[in-house]
């Protein structure tokens, strides 16, 4: 068994052939003491995007629901953008752990069955 490099596989599909892929959806949360405006937390879920880019292929495909939330609980002073890439880096390091520690119970292939 060997992971399936979806660029390649999506590379080579021809046009009318359905999505492989179509369903899958990644929902991540971004929370953070920082004061956040609603133009700002925007600006952060932006940002953490990024971390999909960063680790899944496709992301944010026309048949999936990726999605990321942004929540504050208004505390501290932040400056938006160190925020936003600190964002981006816990959603890439979330979705790695998750793929790692995943388990398919046997129905489904996951990392550690590729041992």
């Not at 953070?32 to 609603?38: C, E, H, R």
Request: hydrophobic share 50%.
């Amino acid at each position: 068994m060997e992971l399936a490099e979806a660029d390649r596989v999506l590379g080579n599909l021809p046009p009318e052939t359905p999505h492989p892929w179509e369903g899958n959806t990644t929902l991540a949360v971004v929370m953070t003491d920082a004061i956040l405006s609603k133009a700002t937390a925007l600006k952060v879920c932006q940002m953490a995007f990024g971390g999909f880019y960063r680790t899944l292929a496709p992301a944010l495909s026309m048949v999936d629901g990726d999605l990321i939330v942004t929540l504050s609980t208004g505390q501290r002073r932040a400056h938006v953008h160190q925020v936003g890439v600190l964002a981006e880096r816990a959603v890439a390091e979330a979705i790695l752990v998750a793929v790692r520690e995943a388990d398919g119970f046997g129905v489904l292939p996951a990392v550690r069955d590729l041992g």
